[in-house]
């Protein structure tokens, strides 16, 4: 152990022990210590091994406090280190972006934080041109943006919701022509709030038509937990996949629909909350299990709503929120006005109450 201080080889000898023994911390330790006497073999071991025990993006911010301190140098780093971990410098990637020949009725900006990410937009993105519905909608996205792991720092809990630090992201928000945002980073469970689609750097197409039904107003047909049933489970809001009362005149009138055109049909939604909910259909679907189809009333629907885009919540409007939260109000000023030329009413109103 003593010469292992000095010496590379040694500290792998003794890595190689603790691993054979089954002792993952010590192992980590020892090719750590290796790898910070020169040994570019060792480093590669111990952010496999870091990564499988601590996961991604503590290897990374691991890795950016050596290169910070000095203990590592950059040209200890592969290319192929960079991008896998998230720590891209000057070396970011992208992946080109997609543009509807009937134009752009809603565009999205994605962005990724790591190789994994990148890769899985590049394919999510091909396989909703070659979908026979989604390649129908008049939505674009824009070409992909990389941020480095340790910055964007999304979370790796496969049994909650993916959270990242957006707040990193208010100068592309700033200065992006889009309204919605996609992040393709972390691990765990994906959701829609706040004009941000979040999904983790392993989904599938399926996963990303549910969510983006939420950017249209489409409620999960599951039983939702309490605090989400409070706000969803309001009287009066105006959903396309579900009622709150059997009552459906308010609803066909709303959608300009007939009553021929939907079958109400019990869901949980506000179980939690013992109050009623019905789809509109009698079919399980995608807002139920998201691997199940999409229905063609929903798919109507679905361009019924971006015919109006406008009356969609932008992300501007949420970074507004953070901002005001920050009592940074020419900021606030900023977003909020980006929201009003996206049409959003709401965002038009806060304006007008500055005014007055």
């Not at 957006?166 to 200065?175: C, H, N, P, Q, R």
């Given at each position: 152990m003593?010469?292992?201080?000095?010496?590379?080889?040694?500290?792998?000898?003794?890595?190689?022990?603790?691993?054979?023994?089954?002792?993952?911390d010590?192992?980590?330790?020892?090719?750590?210590?290796?790898?910070?006497?020169?040994?570019?073999s060792?480093?590669q071991?111990?952010?496999?091994?870091?990564?499988?025990?601590?996961?991604?993006?503590a290897t990374?911010?691991?890795?950016?406090?050596?290169?910070d301190?000095?203990?590592?140098t950059?040209?200890?780093?592969?290319?192929?280190?960079?991008?896998e971990?998230?720590?891209?410098?000057?070396?970011?990637?992208?992946?080109?972006?997609?543009?509807?020949a009937?134009?752009?009725?809603?565009?999205?900006?994605?962005?990724?934080?790591?190789?994994?990410?990148?890769?899985?937009?590049?394919?999510?993105?091909?396989?909703?041109?070659?979908d026979?519905?989604?390649?129908?909608?008049?939505?674009?996205f824009?070409?992909?943006?990389?941020?480095?792991s340790?910055?964007?720092?999304?979370?790796e809990?496969?049994?909650?919701?993916?959270?990242?630090?957006?707040?990193v992201?208010?100068?592309?928000?700033?200065?992006?022509?889009f309204?919605?945002?996609?992040?393709?980073?972390?691990r765990?469970k994906?959701?829609?709030?706040?004009?941000?689609?979040?999904?983790?750097?392993?989904?599938?197409?399926?996963?990303?038509?549910h969510?983006?039904?939420?950017?249209?107003?489409?409620?999960d047909?599951?039983?939702?937990s309490?605090?989400?049933?409070?706000?969803?489970?309001?009287?009066?809001?105006?959903?396309?996949?579900?009622l709150?009362t059997a009552?459906?005149?308010?609803?066909?009138?709303?959608?300009?629909?007939?009553?021929?055109?939907?079958?109400?049909?019990?869901?949980?939604?506000?179980?939690?909350?013992?109050?009623?909910?019905?789809?509109?259909?009698?079919?399980?679907?995608?807002?139920?299990?998201?691997?199940?189809?999409?229905?063609q009333?929903?798919f109507?629907?679905?361009?019924?709503?971006?015919?109006?885009?406008?009356q969609?919540m932008?992300?501007?409007?949420?970074?507004?929120?953070?901002?005001?939260?920050?009592?940074?109000?020419?900021?606030?000023?900023?977003?909020?006005?980006?929201?009003s030329?996206?049409?959003?009413?709401d965002a038009?109103?806060?304006?007008?109450?500055?005014?007055?």
């Amino acid at each position: 152990m003593q010469q292992a201080q000095t010496d590379p080889a040694a500290a792998v000898r003794l890595a190689a022990r603790r691993l054979a023994s089954e002792e993952y911390d010590a192992a980590l330790r020892w090719l750590r210590q290796a790898a910070l006497l020169g040994d570019n073999s060792a480093l590669q071991h111990a952010l496999q091994l870091q990564q499988r025990q601590q996961g991604r993006l503590a290897t990374a911010q691991w890795l950016q406090q050596q290169l910070d301190s000095g203990t590592l140098t950059a040209q200890a780093l592969t290319p192929n280190i960079r991008s896998e971990l998230g720590l891209w410098q000057g070396n970011k990637a992208t992946v080109a972006g997609f543009e509807h020949a009937q134009g752009c009725r809603l565009t999205l900006q994605p962005v990724a934080s790591q190789q994994a990410g990148l890769d899985t937009w590049q394919q999510l993105l091909q396989q909703w041109q070659a979908d026979k519905q989604l390649s129908q909608l008049p939505v674009c996205f824009l070409p992909l943006r990389t941020v480095n792991s340790t910055e964007l720092a999304c979370s790796e809990h496969s049994n909650s919701l993916v959270h990242c630090r957006y707040e990193v992201l208010a100068d592309e928000v700033s200065g992006g022509d889009f309204s919605q945002l996609v992040v393709i980073a972390g691990r765990g469970k994906a959701s829609y709030n706040n004009g941000i689609l979040q999904l983790p750097d392993n989904a599938g197409l399926a996963l990303l038509r549910h969510e983006f039904m939420h950017i249209l107003g489409f409620i999960d047909e599951y039983q939702l937990s309490v605090e989400a049933a409070t706000q969803v489970c309001q009287p009066g809001k105006h959903y396309p996949n579900l009622l709150l009362t059997a009552d459906s005149r308010a609803y066909l009138a709303y959608w300009q629909l007939q009553a021929q055109d939907i079958a109400l049909t019990p869901v949980r939604t506000c179980a939690a909350l013992q109050q009623p909910a019905y789809r509109v259909i009698a079919q399980n679907n995608l807002m139920r299990s998201y691997e199940l189809a999409l229905p063609q009333l929903y798919f109507q629907l679905a361009q019924r709503i971006l015919a109006q885009p406008e009356q969609l919540m932008p992300v501007q409007y949420y970074f507004a929120y953070l901002a005001r939260q920050q009592q940074n109000w020419p900021q606030w000023q900023h977003f909020m006005q980006q929201a009003s030329e996206w049409g959003y009413a709401d965002a038009q109103q806060a304006l007008d109450g500055t005014k007055g």
